[in-house]
């Protein structure tokens, strides 16, 4: 459920480009402004704006919007704007090719995405770059670590609720056979079943891994793996077993201790508003006992704080 928050009367997007137009005129930036319009506009929405800022200004709004905020507000906003699938396929080229490589940025968005929105932004990546997402990949990454990547982003899944119940519990022997039982791991095991099953498949997985082993397999996987392979099929059991917790947990690591991952949590917070921030709330303060609008309130400041919990909106817990 998203937690994005809507005006009661459906806004005009060329009445929404004018009055954006207007708060970036003059001396300094109207950011309030700038925020209470597109903070609380879908991506539909935001992208008929655009539209019409180029239309009635001749001008692009995320160029304007560049020029006129700045810091992690800004970072924020500019993904903010773009619809989902250019939204992953942008922070993706980033964190491959930017000038510091982020590669558990790059897992996560490939892990912890669905067939359907790894399809589109596949797409959506080769049309706004011009090369295959498959390229970048291959081009920084290596071993294990790109063998899933690649594997992950090419081989169709399932999305629903059915699974067999005797694969579940030959994929759970095979996993035990190639990690806990022998001496090493066979890393290719571990691929081939966290590439090819759905994520309904592979938390019944982890449910008969537990079950048969009596240790969860969560736990098999750190002990048998490391470094950003081990960070991929964790996101994907973690995902499998519940999305909304995964992020919640992502949140809190950014958050916690001395300083704040900025990146995270713009990261988590722009591309999780309109599929399943409201869960994500409910997890966050189950585990935290805390609200995530609490903690966001506390790390950060000003137009950026203003923005992120526009995003994030109230907590209904």
Not at 27 to 33: A, K, Y
Not at 90 to 98: D, E, H, N
Not at 109 to 130: D, E, K, N, W
Not at 250 to 267: N, P
């Amino acid at each position: 459920m998203a937690s994005l928050t809507m005006p009661p009367v459906p806004a005009w997007p060329r009445q929404d480009a004018i009055d954006l137009h207007k708060a970036f005129r003059g001396f300094g930036c109207d950011s309030t402004t700038v925020t209470n319009i597109l903070a609380h506009r879908d991506a539909t929405q935001r992208s008929l704006i655009q539209q019409e800022y180029r239309a009635v200004f001749n001008q692009d709004l995320a160029r304007r919007i560049a020029s006129e905020l700045s810091g992690h507000h800004k970072r924020a906003m500019l993904l903010w704007i773009l619809d989902p699938a250019t939204r992953d396929a942008t922070i993706l080229k980033q964190a491959l090719t930017g000038d510091i490589t982020n590669l558990r940025a790059a897992t996560e968005i490939v892990c912890s995405r669905t067939p359907s929105q790894l399809q589109i932004m596949r797409q959506t990546y080769r049309a706004r770059f011009g090369c295959y997402v498959e390229h970048d990949v291959t081009e920084r990454t290596s071993g294990d670590h790109q063998r899933l990547l690649l594997a992950y982003l090419a081989i169709p899944r399932a999305e629903g609720h059915e699974v067999d119940p005797s694969t579940v519990t030959l994929d759970a022997r095979d996993l035990y056979k190639a990690g806990e039982r022998r001496l090493g791991t066979d890393e290719r095991a571990f691929i081939r079943i966290f590439s090819q099953r759905s994520w309904a498949h592979m938390a019944a997985v982890a449910r008969a891994y537990h079950h048969m082993y009596d240790r969860p397999l969560e736990r098999a996987v750190k002990s048998e793996t490391s470094g950003n392979f081990g960070f991929g099929l964790l996101t994907v059991l973690r995902c499998a077993d519940s999305p909304a917790r995964y992020f919640a947990k992502e949140l809190h690591r950014a958050m916690k201790g001395l300083g704040t991952s900025d990146s995270v949590l713009i990261r988590v917070v722009v591309t999780r508003a309109e599929i399943d921030m409201q869960y994500i709330k409910a997890e966050y303060h189950s585990m935290y006992k805390r609200s995530l609008a609490d903690a966001i309130h506390a790390e950060t400041s000003g137009n950026y704080r203003t923005f992120l919990l526009s995003l994030v909106g109230r907590d209904r817990t």
